[in-house]
């Protein structure tokens, strides 16, 4: 037997990257850093042997000049710290010491003094320098979020909340000069991916939060004015629900934000809002659910996002109504709405028609609900029928 002699492959060797280029890829990832091991990372440096060897070359400061906050507050693994009140001004404290912490060196004394061969001690300033780079970036994030949304923080009124794009926001603080680090809005994102902070009314808020889209708060606006409106109509017996044009002016004399009609129209669809002529047929139903959340696709990314595992009420539509049909399929309550609206888009339910819905796609709202969930659901339930004059397509029994 002849075999056929294999002809080696050329080895390709990747190109190197240019110091500056390496220096941007570092940075970058330890923005991610979850804080936890910013915490271990910072532990582990001042506790390293070579350390103390910096001596009158390295000072350690803090870039906020405030105690970090008492441990017995800190909650959550992604707790950054607190917006507090001081006179009239807010403040920022850090939750750990290590969030705040700032690596000072003495350049000249460091150049002329650090051995051009003795890499580790390299390696460990290069740590040190990181863990500045990346502390000071949040710091001038934080910092310009607080000037920013000052209004929302004093108030915690979401409406009271300005739009801000990432980009504006790098924009905001490279033109300020007051970050020595770039911030671009991809290391922006990165930071605001998984922070979070307390504001002074003892509310948690993740940091993305503070960077809300204009189309977001539009929908808050929109939102806002239809709730005014079913206030009308029970208390002062107003004899219409209002149209998209005078939801429009509403949103404009409220809240100085001028909204097409056709802008209108598609947030208030969004919303899961109905149109005037069928909120005025339909009033009991709509009523009932004005403090449900948006309408979301029932997908696992959208769960792990916006649903809370908290005890609460939901809704479950179809994406496209045929016709004839209503869009509205299935409502139920849970102890952990995350848990029971993956358990149905997972397939662990016996609810054979639901599911055959949910394998063509669904979308789904909810509303958290302190105390009582179950009652809530009966009362929804109820309101639904008195409104449709049937149950819900896969709601098999009553509630």
């Given at each position: 037997m002849i075999r056929?002699?294999?002809?080696?492959?050329?080895?390709?060797?990747?190109?190197?990257?240019?110091?500056?280029?390496?220096?941007?890829?570092?940075?970058?990832?330890?923005?991610?850093?979850?804080?936890?091991v910013l915490e271990r990372r910072v532990r582990a440096l001042e506790s390293a042997p070579r350390f103390l060897e910096l001596g009158d070359r390295l000072s350690i400061g803090s870039l906020s000049g405030r105690p970090p906050l008492a441990s017995a507050t800190?909650?959550?693994?992604?707790?950054?710290?607190?917006?507090?009140?001081?006179?009239?001004?807010?403040?920022f404290r850090?939750?750990?010491?290590?969030?705040?912490?700032?690596?000072?060196?003495?350049?000249?004394t460091l150049a002329a003094r650090l051995p051009p061969d003795d890499t580790a001690l390299a390696r460990l300033i290069g740590q040190l320098r990181l863990v500045t780079t990346r502390n000071r970036l949040t710091h001038?994030?934080?910092?310009?979020?607080?000037?920013?949304?000052?209004?929302?923080?004093?108030?915690?009124?979401?409406?009271r909340l300005k739009p801000l794009s990432q980009a504006a926001l790098s924009a905001r603080l490279r033109a300020s000069g007051v970050c020595p680090v770039d911030a671009d809005p991809s290391r922006l994102s990165r930071v605001l991916r998984h922070l979070s902070v307390r504001l002074p009314n003892g509310d948690g808020v993740r940091l993305r939060d503070l960077c809300p889209k204009t189309r977001e708060l539009h929908r808050r606006y929109v939102a806002q004015v239809i709730q005014g409106e079913r206030r009308r109509i029970v208390q002062a017996g107003h004899p219409a629900p209002l149209t998209d044009r005078e939801i429009a002016s509403a949103v404009h004399s409220r809240f100085g934000s001028r909204l097409s009609v056709r802008t209108v129209a598609y947030i208030r669809r969004d919303l899961g809002i109905p149109s005037v002529r069928e909120r005025g047929r339909r009033s009991g139903y709509f009523a009932a659910t004005l403090a449900f959340s948006p309408l979301r696709s029932l997908t696992?990314?959208?769960?792990?996002?916006?649903?809370?595992?908290?005890?609460?009420?939901?809704?479950?539509?179809?994406?496209?109504?045929?016709?004839?049909?209503?869009?509205?399929?299935?409502?139920?309550?849970?102890?952990?709405?995350?848990?029971?609206?993956?358990d149905h888009l997972q397939g662990y339910s016996n609810n054979a028609p639901l599911q055959a819905h949910l394998c063509r796609g669904a979308r789904f709202r909810y509303c958290r609900v302190v105390q009582d969930w179950r009652g809530v659901e009966r009362a929804l339930y109820r309101a639904f029928r008195a409104t449709f004059g049937a149950a819900p397509l896969c709601n098999r029994m009553s509630p």
């Open positions: 056929a002699h294999r002809t080696a492959r050329p080895v390709v060797s990747s190109p190197r990257l240019a110091p500056a280029q390496l220096g941007r890829i570092v940075v970058a990832r330890s923005l991610e850093w979850p804080l936890c800190v909650t959550g693994p992604h707790l950054l710290g607190a917006v507090e009140r001081s006179g009239g001004d807010l403040v850090y939750a750990r010491p290590a969030f705040d912490r700032e690596y000072r060196f003495d350049e000249a001038a994030l934080v910092q310009a979020l607080i000037e920013a949304q000052r209004n929302y923080l004093l108030s915690g009124d979401p409406l696992l990314e959208t769960l792990c996002q916006h649903v809370p595992p908290e005890p609460g009420v939901y809704e479950i539509r179809r994406p496209d109504t045929p016709a004839g049909a209503g869009p509205i399929i299935y409502l139920g309550s849970a102890r952990n709405l995350l848990k029971r609206l993956r």
